[in-house]
């Protein structure tokens, strides 16, 4: 199993940029896909982006297509999100979690995932 814990949330002024890490510790980490959601207040969870174990494939939300970037590096245990040009919509907490590998369509669901962080608040103001 893979514990989850993010970083690097706050408060952003709109156009501005943050990168969010996702720590994993426990061995099985490079062995998963990973994702990011974000959940704004009376809303749902929504899907960001999910990159796969490998890297080498990557899904963006149309919301963020453009603007936000994942990564992850193995060696490390860590999946990252670059996100530019922040807009105030993009408030919300958002989370990191782990998912079997899957190439199905429903990456964007988040009872594909099993693993969840505890969240990280990101704020922009306008």
């Known amino acids: 199993q893979v514990q989850l814990v993010e970083s690097g949330g706050g408060p952003v002024q709109a156009g501005g940029s943050l990168r969010l890490s996702c720590a994993a510790s426990g061995r099985t980490f490079k062995s998963y896909d990973m994702g990011w959601f974000r959940q704004a207040p009376g809303k749902e969870r929504e899907f960001v982006a999910r990159?796969?174990?490998?890297?080498?494939?990557?899904y963006y939300a149309d919301s963020v297509k453009g603007r936000f970037t994942i990564s992850r590096d193995n060696a490390k245990s860590t999946v990252s999100l670059q996100m530019n040009s922040l807009k105030p919509e993009d408030t919300a907490v958002y989370y990191c979690?782990?998912?079997?590998?899957?190439?199905?369509?429903?990456?964007?669901?988040?009872?594909?995932?099993?693993?969840w962080g505890q969240g990280t608040q990101v704020t922009v103001s306008s």
């Open positions: 979690a782990a998912s079997q590998p899957s190439y199905s369509d429903t990456y964007r669901d988040p009872t594909e995932y099993h693993t």
């Open positions: 990159i796969s174990w490998s890297g080498g494939i990557t």
